[in-house]
């Protein structure tokens, strides 16, 4: 049986059985878009995400502190390379081709939703929501309270928003542009851009930490309540929850 879900929005792991997206990260390459109800379009971009951590990435993980749990992790590119600096750090992701990519490249992650019971709850000193993942389940206001309770008391959360001025929601399908995969059901997806971001986490109680665009990539970093804690001892988290490759059941090894 498996952990005891929170409650979350009903397609959190909408991911999880989407052919196009499975087939896209084993190949490492699109074309890949989420398509809107009303026909629009909008790519992913996934041959960056299964690519190493380009410059952008990395002035981003500079700002990481503490234990790191990358949240969406997809095919692993953070967590590989938070992993070769010696870092405390793990990968979630609904998406078992994601978690066994993430895998080859010798990070460690496990097949889970944001919204069920997580290792370290209460203690990591990062949580990333990088590449559009802010969208998670189509309500950044849920998803915002979701983090503040899985980090320490002073943790921060580094976001990616949408490079545009928006706040939107939308039910969405992960499509190619061909005739392969059959399109993921429809989910409910969200995109925020920055300014719409830093509204929503005031009335939550964080506190803006920084802001900047890059690449034409923008983030957000945000503090969670009780700024003046000291950052969480890495150590502590990664005893308590002894992560370990996940078994064959709920992940693949070998693709």
Not at 151 to 160: K, N, R, S, T, V
Request: hydrophobic share 40%; net charge neutral.
């Amino acid at each position: 049986m498996g952990p005891e879900r929170l409650s979350a929005p009903p397609a959190a792991r909408a991911w999880e059985a989407c052919d196009p997206y499975t087939a896209a990260l084993r190949a490492g390459r699109g074309p890949l878009f989420l398509r809107r109800a009303d026909g629009r379009l909008l790519p992913l971009d996934v041959e960056r995400w299964c690519a190493r951590a380009d410059a952008v990435d990395l002035e981003a993980l500079d700002q990481c502190e503490g234990a790191v749990l990358d949240v969406g992790c997809g095919p692993g590119r953070l967590v590989a390379e938070l992993a070769a600096r010696g870092r405390t750090v793990l990968g979630i992701d609904v998406s078992e081709a994601a978690v066994a990519r993430t895998l080859r490249t010798g990070g460690q992650s496990l097949r889970r939703s944001v919204f069920e019971p997580l290792p370290g709850e209460g203690r990591w000193g990062t949580v990333l929501l990088m590449d559009g993942n802010i969208g998670i389940g189509g309500d950044p206001g849920a998803l915002l309270a979701r983090v503040a309770a899985l980090l320490a008391p002073g943790g921060l959360l580094i976001a990616e928003t949408a490079r545009a001025d928006v706040d939107e929601r939308a039910h969405v399908q992960v499509v190619d542009d061909t005739d392969g995969p059959t399109p993921g059901s429809p989910f409910p997806w969200a995109r925020i851009g920055a300014h719409a971001l830093l509204r929503r986490a005031a009335v939550g109680g964080w506190v803006t930490s920084a802001q900047w665009t890059s690449g034409e990539r923008r983030f957000v970093a945000l503090r969670s309540s009780d700024s003046s804690a000291e950052p969480p001892n890495s150590t502590a988290v990664i005893s308590s929850q002894r992560v370990k490759k996940p078994s064959a059941d709920n992940a693949e090894t070998d693709r």
